[in-house]
């Protein structure tokens, strides 16, 4: 029996009011208990699908047939790819853009750039980039897979790209770019081009292919059909 020295029927009474009271107050704290478990699954699933969400573009380019991952150009690299656009007039395009510092060097130098990049993250960011150092007009950023766009629009064309891709990408480049064209390699030459000009050291090495002095060239275009290509990426 609970309480002290009332009646039967007092005590029985108080008895009650426990009994419901108690409950009450256990349920409360069970209910602000689940809230809590409710707020840190959010915070934690939300943190694994943001996490999730933003790694998962730069790795899906390493998981591809050919891996090209995300390696940005060295100030040097960029400096070097200037040097081989002196001279040069009409549009850059930079295939695998990255976070878009050469395509936002060229947009610098008078030039119409576009960039092509499979990451949505680094496009973003690249169109901020470009929009902060005021050249978002001149510079354009698209969500691409390289080996899905034609590139017979430009009249300059750069790549830093990986020694797997390269000899793919130059029978592709064969078919599509004009006479009047130059292509730009970042730190891996193409196989069977002559350059018609190098330029710095190491992994800062620059080549220039000029697509009119292809004559000698093995493959010419034509003999590779965009099927055969496609069928290899
Ligand atoms: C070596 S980085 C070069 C970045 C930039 N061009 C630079 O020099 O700073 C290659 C870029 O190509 C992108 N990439 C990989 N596979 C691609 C594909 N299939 N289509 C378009 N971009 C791709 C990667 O996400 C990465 O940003």
Redesign the pocket.
């Known amino acids: 029996m609970a309480g002290g020295g009332g009646s039967p029927l007092e005590a029985l009474e108080e008895e009650s009011q426990l009994g419901t009271v108690l409950p009450t107050r256990f349920e409360a704290s069970s209910l602000k208990k689940r809230k809590w478990g409710f707020l840190f699954t959010g915070i934690v699933g939300g943190s694994l699908v943001a996490v999730y969400a933003v790694a998962t573009?730069?790795i899906i380019?390493a998981l591809?047939k050919?891996c090209?991952?995300?390696?940005?150009?060295t100030p040097k690299?960029i400096e070097n790819v200037m040097t081989m656009l002196r001279c040069r007039r009409g549009s850059v395009v930079?295939?695998?853009?990255?976070?878009g510092?050469?395509v936002i060097a060229a947009a610098k130098e008078g030039f119409t750039a576009v960039?092509?990049?499979?990451?949505p993250w680094?496009v973003w960011y690249s169109r901020y980039r470009a929009w902060q150092e005021g050249v978002h007009k001149s510079a354009k950023f698209y969500i691409?897979?390289?080996?899905k766009v034609t590139f017979s629009g430009y009249t300059n064309v750069?790549i830093?790209?990986?020694p797997q891709m390269m000899p793919l990408l130059e029978r592709k480049l064969e078919l599509e770019l004009g006479q009047d064209a130059r292509v730009i390699a970042?730190r891996f030459p193409f196989p069977c081009w002559i350059p018609a000009h190098v330029t710095g050291e190491g992994i800062d090495t620059v080549w220039a292919y000029d697509v009119g002095t292809f004559g000698g060239s093995r493959w010419r275009p034509g003999r590779v059909e965009r099927s055969q290509l496609a069928a290899r990426t």
């Open positions: 573009p730069f380019p591809r050919i090209l991952p995300f390696v940005p150009a690299q930079d295939i695998g853009s990255g976070d510092r050469i960039g092509y990049e499979l990451n680094l691409s897979d390289l080996w750069v830093f790209g990986v970042c």
